[in-house]
C-alpha cells in the first residue's frame, strides 16, 4: 500500500486509539486478548488495514470484530476528526503463529 506522510501520522494516531475502542466494544469471551500489531493507512487515507493478534481467542474472533466494525469506525471517526470515512479492514497477523510453529521444529 503506497503511503505518505499524512498516512503514516494518521496510521500511528489509529494505532493509539484503537485498542481502547476493541476493549470497549468487544469483551475477552468473543475475541481473547487482542493486540494490535500494525496499521497501514493508504496514501489518500481512505483505508486502513489493520492486522490483529489475538491470544487465546475463539475460532471466530475475527468476525466477532467484523461485526462491531461500524461501531468502531464511528468512535474512531469522532476521536480523529477526519473530513472523510475511513474504511476499517481487521486482518489476522499470522506471525506469532507461524514463530510457534518454528519453535516447535527447533
Known amino acids: 500500500m503506497k503511503t505518505s ?3 503514516r501520522r494518521l496510521a500511528g494516531v489509529i494505532a493509539q486509539e484503537l ?4 476493549q470497549k466494544f468487544l469483551t475477552p469471551n ?4 487482542l493486540t494490535v500489531t500494525d496499521v497501514e493507512v493508504s496514501g489518500d487515507c481512505g483505508v486502513a488495514e ?12 475475527l468476525q466477532a470484530t467484523n461485526k462491531v466494525k461500524p ?5 474512531l471517526l469522532t476521536r480523529v476528526k477526519l473530513r472523510r470515512s475511513i474504511l476499517l479492514r481487521f486482518l489476522h497477523d499470522k506471525g506469532s503463529d507461524h514463530a510457534k510453529s518454528l519453535q516447535g521444529k527447533y
Do not use: C, M, N, Y
Not at 489493520?50 to 474472533?61: E, Q, R, Y
Not at 461501531?71 to 468512535?75: G, M, Q, R, S
Open 5 to 7: 506522510e499524512r498516512s
Open 19 to 22: 485498542p481502547p475502542l476493541l
Open 30 to 33: 468473543q475475541v481473547g486478548f
Open 50 to 61: 489493520i492486522w490483529l493478534d489475538a491470544l487465546s481467542a475463539p475460532a471466530d474472533w
Open 71 to 75: 461501531k468502531i469506525t464511528h468512535e
